[in-house]
């Protein structure tokens, strides 16, 4: 994995919106990664699915606001969850 990647998923997983922010800004590629699962995530859950389990708003917001998809589903293999599902 490489730095920027680590630096970012250490940010998502600690609820650091602002570590968020500025990983994104001083390397803007990762912006094109947000919707790929995030290395060491959960059923291959991407950096949305992850803060919004943990259920940190900042950290939403800040990878919505950097072109994260609010709709992306994990690939999970026995079934893709989303931000968008409601529990039953």
Known sequence: MSVPVSELSAAVTSGDAGAVRAVLERHPHLKATL????????????????????????????LLDAGADITVRSRWWARGFGVLDVAD
């Open 35 to 62: 919707d790929a699962p995030m290395p060491g995530g959960s059923f291959d859950q991407q950096a949305l699915l992850i803060a919004a389990g943990r259920g940190n708003r900042d950290v939403i917001d800040a």
